[in-house]
């Protein structure tokens, strides 16, 4: 089934339905980048790239316009897709901000201030005045080689605030990738905890409501 706007069908492979209509690539253009058509030339393959980078550039320019003149509801409706479609939107967005974190590596103009830039636009706009200034930061930290044992230590007595972001991505892919790992026990095993937990977590923050209500008595 396909929408008036041509979307194709919707799900987690949205991005790759050749019922979807046209965007930056033309149907032909995807047919020709996932290796679904190979009859090309050599010289046609060159001028489909071409014609892909053109369309590109000139799509970059189209921001200009609209950040400036698409009007919000148009905006928002185009972020609001149905239930279904979500995931492959949201891995869309994720992956236009890779690709222009790639492209524009080298450029004379470094990604994060861009990046800065743009939010700052995005913040000036709502708030309808340039003098709404904010500070954006954006780093890209490497995460290095960490100590299994002190991460463990920290688990084992409860010291869950000392574990750093950088460890934390660490250990859970490593604990991913290990032979002992099972995604389908864990699931049932972390949803029995995950109730606990939050029942927890409830507690604290009524606890926490109840005493400051005692000390502004």
Not at 27 to 52: A, M, W
Not at 132 to 143: A, C
Request: aromatic share 8%; no cysteine.
């Amino acid at each position: 089934m396909t929408s008036g706007d041509g979307e194709g069908e919707p799900g987690e492979n949205l991005a790759y339905s050749p019922d979807r209509g046209r965007g930056i690539l033309t149907p032909s253009d995807r047919e020709f980048l996932l290796g679904r058509k190979t009859d090309y030339t050599e010289h046609s393959k060159k001028q489909k790239r071409n014609r892909i980078r053109r369309r590109l550039r000139n799509a970059i320019l189209d921001f200009t316009i609209l950040f400036d003149h698409l009007e919000d509801r148009d905006r928002e409706t185009v972020f609001n897709p149905e239930d279904e479609a979500r995931e492959a939107y949201t891995q869309g967005i994720t992956d236009m901000l890779g690709f222009l974190h790639l492209g524009t590596m080298g450029y004379y103009v470094p990604f994060k201030d861009m990046l800065a830039q743009g939010v700052n636009r995005a913040e000036q706009e709502l708030a309808g005045s340039d003098y709404r200034m904010v500070t954006v930061d954006f780093n890209v930290d490497p995460v290095g080689q960490i100590d299994v044992d002190e991460v463990i230590d920290k688990l084992e007595f409860g010291d869950f605030d000392e574990i750093t972001d950088e460890e934390l991505r660490a250990f859970v892919r490593l604990l991913a990738e290990s032979e002992d790992f099972s995604a389908t026990s864990m699931r049932s095993e972390m949803k029995e905890q995950m109730t606990e937990f939050m029942e927890r977590v409830t507690e604290a923050a009524e606890r926490r409501d109840r005493r400051v209500e005692e000390l502004n008595d």
